[in-house]
Nanobody, 122 residues
Framework: QVQLVESGGGLVQPGDSLRLSCAAS??????MAWFRQAPGKEREFVVG????????HGPDSAKDRFIISRDNARNIMMVQMHNLKLEDTARYYC?????????????????WGQGTQVTVSS
């Protein structure tokens, strides 16, 4: 059974760091990515990585602050988020797909986790 399970979310203050993890089981995916959805907004692509280590970033606001990595041996993907801002508050979702191309749209991914909440508040 294919499953993606996110962990690491929480309540932090502006400027803090947080690391999210996504554990995949049942399959080793070519591409894994993080999306996020803030209240009242559409789900947006944050950052993705494929089996070759190619990385694609989404919003410029997160490009220099969010560092993605994956451990293929453990089938885990992580994102280290630095200098968190109020606007980073969202539910973060792990997404995965069999293709190597890192898509930016929701329908580029066939598998999704349940999400983990990140709240940045002072």
């Amino acid at each position: 059974q294919v499953q993606l399970v996110e962990s690491g979310g929480g309540l932090v203050q502006p400027g803090d760091s947080l690391r999210l993890s996504c554990a995949a089981s049942g399959y080793i995916f070519s591409t894994m990515a993080w999306f996020r959805q803030a209240p009242g907004k559409e789900r947006e692509f944050v950052v993705g990585i494929n089996e070759y280590g190619t990385i694609v970033h989404g919003p410029d606001s997160a490009k220099d602050r969010f560092i993605i990595s994956r451990d293929n041996a453990r089938n885990i993907m992580m994102v280290q988020m630095h200098n968190l801002k109020l606007e980073d508050t969202a539910r973060y979702y792990c997404a995965a797909d069999h293709r190597s191309r890192i898509g930016l749209r929701e329908n580029d991914y066939d598998y999704w986790g349940q999400g983990t909440q990140v709240t940045v508040s002072s």
